[in-house]
């Protein structure tokens, strides 16, 4: 069986009679044997793993068995035999070659692939999807909901071992990083595990192997060696956050007295000045920029973006915002709260996660 990372979560399986290409989106597929029939797999529809595209591609390169399996989500592609899969389902592909699908946690299926006597799996999105940001039942819900499809999994293979699995891997969950992952290798018997879905941050994989040693026989490294050593080179560190400001004073005192903040350093240039606010809670700053040609309110469009700040106290947060007034929204669902600045720049409140 020979693997081929393609990029993000698309992997190319070449076994002994079959290519499998799982959830492509782009990227360069090596050679291919024209002859040998292939099996285009997307979990679904979201545009990191899907792209129609790629059926034109191959029949470029001259692929004459072409077929597709597509989660119920994805629209039928022209002129391709096209499987249209569902969650919690057997299908039979081929002789000896058989696919059961799992409910993912955000949309779409996992797959697991019987061909002969080998076993692959793709999670596609299925993953404990666990946010700081979201509330104790939302990710309680979550958790729950993951367990019971991998264990639905492990029942599934009933003491059969997978030879190679795809597992999403994502470093945007922060310290809940690895807990699909982990209950993953937990439960399930597999031989190798490919991480995905890391966004471009490959040195998540090493952060995995650092926390967890004990699965360094099983974790394959999914970038190449030549790409790891570009990573070794170009790391990057978020420093700060420029807001441009009307009233330096006036936004200045805001921040000091709603999020506690203060300067930090300035600059001052020929008609600007840039103030750095930060705290001791962390190096990141924000950067106020006051220019003197620009002494008219800001255009923020449709102020799709904003900064989040955690509160070790968030009722004492929110009683010191009503006070002044500067409350612009609020999802008590998800217990949060917005605030605007001066400016009109809007700030996230979230509180701090037991």
């Known amino acids: 069986m020979k693997v081929t990372y393609v990029h993000h979560s698309c992997f190319l399986v070449e076994t002994q009679r079959f290519y499998y290409l799982f959830d492509y989106e782009k990227g360069t597929l090596p050679e291919l044997d024209r002859e040998k029939p292939i099996f285009v797999l997307s979990s679904h529809g979201h545009e990191d793993h899907y792209n129609e595209e790629i059926f034109s591609r191959l029949a470029a390169m001259g ?191 805001f921040y000091e007295k709603a999020l506690g903040l203060h300067e930090v350093r300035r600059k001052t240039g020929d008609g600007f000045i840039l103030v750095y606010m930060g705290n001791e809670e962390s190096t990141f700053e924000l950067e106020l920029t006051w220019l003197e040609e620009h002494p008219q309110a800001y255009d923020l469009g449709e102020c799709e973006f904003h900064l989040a700040f955690q509160a070790d106290d968030y009722e004492a947060a929110h009683k010191l915002h009503e006070e002044m007034g500067c409350i612009c929204y609020e999802n008590p669902a998800m217990g949060i709260y917005f605030i605007t600045d001066p400016d009109g720049y809007w700030l996230e409140i979230v509180p701090t996660r037991k």
């Open 63 to 253: 692929m004459r068995h072409i077929r597709a399996v597509l989660a119920d989500d994805i629209r039928r592609p022209a002129n391709v035999e096209t499987l249209s899969v569902s969650p919690g389902t057997e299908y039979l592909l081929g002789a000896a070659q058989t696919l059961t699908t799992f409910r993912s946690t955000d949309l779409g299926v996992a797959f697991l692939i019987r061909d002969g006597d080998k076993y692959l799996y793709h999670a596609g999105d299925l993953n404990d999807w666990v946010w700081e940001e979201e509330s104790d039942a939302y990710n309680r819900q979550m958790t729950a909901d993951y367990r019971a499809q991998i264990d639905l999994l492990a029942q599934t293979l009933n003491g059969r071992e997978i030879d190679t699995a795809f597992v999403v891997l994502d470093p945007r969950q922060e310290g809940d990083y690895d807990r699909g992952l982990c209950y993953f290798l937990e439960h399930i018997p597999v031989k190798q595990v490919y991480p995905m879905h890391y966004w471009g941050m490959p040195a998540i994989m090493d952060r995995f192997l650092a926390d967890h040693p004990e699965y360094t026989h099983q974790i394959q490294q999914t970038e190449e060696k030549r790409n790891a050593e570009k990573r070794s080179i170009m790391k990057f560190k978020m420093v700060h956050e420029n807001y441009n400001v009307a009233d330096l004073d006036k936004s200045i005192a």
